[in-house]
């Protein structure tokens, strides 16, 4: 059984940073991939970057240069550093993570990105 808790939400400007993380608790761990989401107002949740156990990383066009993908695995936690905010990163993020191939997913964390 695994929690995910994702934490670093918040109001910013646009151009402004900002770092998510998403920390993994429980019992039994063999994490693999873990990846983070992005679901706008009104729009599907989209996959936003992922990151394998052994650390390659893909990311979605629209945020590619501007967002970092990172773990640590001593602390069973994901981030995403987010740079050069845009009005269009609104919305909640969501982490997800393998762990002996059943998919978890947490709540989420709001951002939103002013003009």
């Known amino acids: 059984q695994v929690q995910l808790v994702e934490s670093g939400g918040g109001l910013v400007q646009a151009g402004g940073s900002l770092r998510l993380s998403c920390a993994a608790s429980?019992?039994?761990?063999?994490?693999?991939?873990m990846a983070w989401y992005h679901q706008a107002p009104g729009k599907q949740r989209e996959l936003v970057a992922g990151i394998t156990s052994s650390g390659r990383t893909n990311y979605a066009d629209s945020v590619k240069g501007r967002f970092t993908i990172s773990r640590d695995n001593a602390k069973n936690t994901v981030y995403l550093q987010m740079s050069s905010l845009k009005v269009e990163d609104t919305g909640v993020y969501y982490c997800?993570?393998?762990?002996?191939?059943?998919?978890?997913w947490g709540q989420g964390t709001q951002v939103t990105v002013s003009s």
């Open positions: 429980g019992s039994r761990f063999s994490i693999g991939s």
């Open positions: 997800n993570a393998v762990n002996w191939g059943y998919l978890y």
